[in-house]
């Protein structure tokens, strides 16, 4: 008879049977970190941090005034700068905007991550934004953390109109629309009704609102037609379109267009990055808002 002779299966078989824990826990930790660096390999060659795109979004609007068809907003947030985000990147994402020709600019807050002094960088190059209607701007919680007066007093000095809990009509031609800004809803006092205060009746509602997650609570006012909001950075790493980490009020609502209860909400990846120096499956963006009647 023909002596036996094993096969790879079973050499294979054979040999992790005949290890030690010792030995397979070394096996096992060899290769979770292998596979660590490879995951990071593979993020940092595929990291798309800094490669701006423009992101088109076509917002249908019920009653909509005729001289209002067509009417763009431009939307920046999370900016972030320093020490990750160079001024660069606010110079590049400032000059799509413009190439974009909005009629409206409108900044969503966290301008600043640990150096609130460089909103004085900062500030004067977001005030380059050029809109035919403007430039207004919310706060965010960073903006918060790191001296809400030193950020106020950079935008404002820069001419940049913050909105907290207010608003403003914006006209073209005989029609109106109105732009109401919140105060931070992490660690401001945010007033939908002090922001809407004054507003003219039947005229569509702008809302700029850092965080996204408070939509549920603003679309039962009724009166909103768009509410813009950043604050979650899409999680900056995604995989199969998952998140790998949001913040506090952007859990519920992390990227991109909704729905909510009749109310647009539209949550903007933003330009920066904090914490983790890359973006995977998910570029930093300038967003562009259509206004159509529905």
Not at 250 to 267: A, E, S
Request: aromatic letters at 6%; charged letters at 20%; hydrophobic letters at 45%.
């Amino acid at each position: 008879m023909d002596e036996y002779q094993p096969t790879l299966r079973d050499r294979i078989q054979g040999y992790f049977m005949s290890l030690t824990r010792r030995d397979f826990l070394k096996i096992s930790g060899a290769a979770i970190a292998a596979g660590l660096t490879s995951a990071v390999v593979f993020l940092g060659v595929n990291d798309e941090k800094g490669e701006l795109v423009v992101k088109r979004i076509t917002i249908p609007v019920e009653n909509l005034h005729p001289d209002l068809e067509g009417f763009k907003i431009v939307q920046l947030t999370d900016i972030h700068i320093y020490p990750i985000t160079p001024i660069e990147v606010a110079v590049e994402a400032v000059a799509i905007a413009n190439s974009l020709k909005p009629d409206l600019a409108v900044l969503t807050g966290d301008y600043v991550w640990r150096d609130g002094e460089a909103i004085f960088e900062l500030a004067p190059v977001l005030a380059g934004l050029n809109a035919s209607q403007g430039l207004y701007a919310i706060i965010g919680n960073h903006d918060i953390w790191e001296g809400l007066e030193i950020s106020l007093t950079g935008l404002r000095e820069a001419g940049i109109p913050v909105l907290m809990n207010q608003g403003l009509t914006i006209t073209a031609g005989t029609g109106a629309l109105y732009l109401a800004g919140l105060d931070d809803g992490m660690s401001g006092q945010p007033d939908l009704e002090a922001a809407l205060e004054g507003m003219p009746a039947e005229a569509p509602v702008v809302l700029l609102m850092h965080e996204p997650d408070p939509a549920d609570e603003y679309s039962l006012d009724g009166r909103i037609s768009l509410q813009l909001s950043g604050h979650t950075h899409g999680g900056q790493v995604r995989v199969r379109d998952m998140p790998m980490v949001l913040p506090p009020l952007g859990r519920k609502y992390d990227l991109g267009l909704y729905n909510v209860n009749g109310m647009w909400l539209y949550v903007s990846p933003g330009i920066g990055e904090i914490s983790v120096p890359l973006r995977y499956n998910c570029p930093p963006e300038v967003s562009e808002f259509t206004l159509v009647r529905a």
